[in-house]
């Protein structure tokens, strides 16, 4: 039978006491002032209310089981012995259970886990075919969003003639988004007929994801004299100007070379806010990625070079098929995932990647 440690019963304590305050705070209805703060409180309730009803249950357990080995130690007679032991051969599979349930919340986590994401895709090797399929990972991304009740905010967009995608950066708002998007960087390989392909011959095309943990002012310090702004009109796909003001706005981090591009709002302002939103995020990842390395933990890498070979995934049409190359998981359910059933597939990666952990 197994026991939970001291530091794991410190932890449950911490998160039995945590879902009782938020309880508290949930039945105050000035917490419902603020929609989005109330709703990922909610969620975050929900989880530690259901780690803490395993935790009462383990302490039960173990409260029914001292009993009996008591009865044990006593020397009660052998028909009360007989009852002892049994009882004590039901509860330590049940005692095992529980623990094994509470594996995954006691398991070391990302200090990121909790934050929003912002999610850059662009197509990559395939010309047009690679911007269609990177707008095809948008809607797949946004779906998923959708199904999961997120927020979701388009930062910036650069389209093409056929619906394409060249770049589209956007940002998902959900208390865990990160923990549960994070091993989507990288390549992803499609392998279909394109839509402007006439002899119906199978290509195959790729596009980038890259996903960051959505740094606040707080994680990230850039100073004025580190960046340059520009400024220009926006424009539409195909070149056609989509208003007569230098809204556009470009920076330059000057020490990193990072440039970031918004142009999808008609406020310059708002244009500078969200690129400077996307600039920290990609200096924080950066700075997390630089830790990583320095402890040896970083096992993967996100977006590579995005050519064909550079690739965490593939998309194939024909079979129906997904196949995630870092863990050798296969599912035959291509469709779904592309409406944004992507739980089987993440659930997958996340054990996969926390077996690699283990």
């Known amino acids: 039978m197994v026991r939970l440690s001291d530091a794991a019963l410190e932890r449950l304590e911490e998160a039995r006491d945590r879902a009782h305050r938020l309880s508290e705070e949930l039945s105050d209805p000035a917490t419902f002032g603020d929609a989005r703060r109330a709703a990922d409180l909610s969620r975050e309730q929900v989880e530690l209310a259901s780690v803490a009803e395993r935790f009462e249950r383990y302490q039960s357990l173990l409260g029914q089981l001292a009993q009996a080995e008591d009865l044990l130690k006593d020397g009660a007679d052998d028909d009360m012995q007989a009852l002892a032991q049994q009882e004590i051969a039901d509860i330590e599979p049940q005692v095992d259970e529980v623990v094994a349930s509470l594996q995954d919340f006691l398991r070391p986590r990302d200090p990121n886990d909790q934050r929003d994401v912002i999610l850059e895709i662009r197509g990559a090797e395939g010309g047009q075919e690679a911007n269609l399929w990177a707008a095809d990972l948008m809607r797949m991304y946004m779906k998923y969003a959708e199904l999961k009740g997120w927020k979701t905010e388009v930062l910036n967009t650069s389209e093409t003639d056929l619906g394409g995608i060249k770049e589209v ?17 990288g390549g992803h390989r499609v392998q279909r007929v394109p839509v402007t392909e006439t002899q119906g011959r199978i290509h195959t095309s790729a596009a980038t994801v890259s996903v960051l943990p959505k740094a606040e002012e707080v994680d990230v310090d850039i ?42 709002e008609r406020s310059q302002l708002k244009n500078k806010a969200r690129a400077m939103e996307v600039l920290r995020s990609r200096l924080f990842e950066m700075e997390l990625r630089k830790q990583q390395e ?59 990647d926390a077996a690699e952990s283990d």
């Open 169 to 185: 950066i956007f940002e998902v708002h959900a208390r865990g988004a990160y923990s549960r998007l994070k091993w989507e960087g």
């Open 223 to 264: 100073r004025d004299e580190d960046l340059r702004v520009d400024v220009y009109r926006a424009g539409g796909h195909g070149g056609q100007g989509v208003n007569t003001t230098d809204s556009a706005v470009r920076l330059t981090h000057l020490p990193t070379g990072l440039v970031v591009t918004c142009q999808d």
């Open 294 to 352: 320095e402890v040896g933990s970083l096992r993967r890498g996100q977006v590579g070079s995005g050519e064909r070979g550079s690739k965490i995934r593939t998309y194939n049409f024909r079979e129906n098929r997904v196949t995630d190359h870092r863990f050798g998981l296969t599912l035959y359910s291509l469709d779904r995932i592309l409406e944004g059933q992507l739980d089987p597939l993440l659930d997958a990666v996340a054990e996969a």
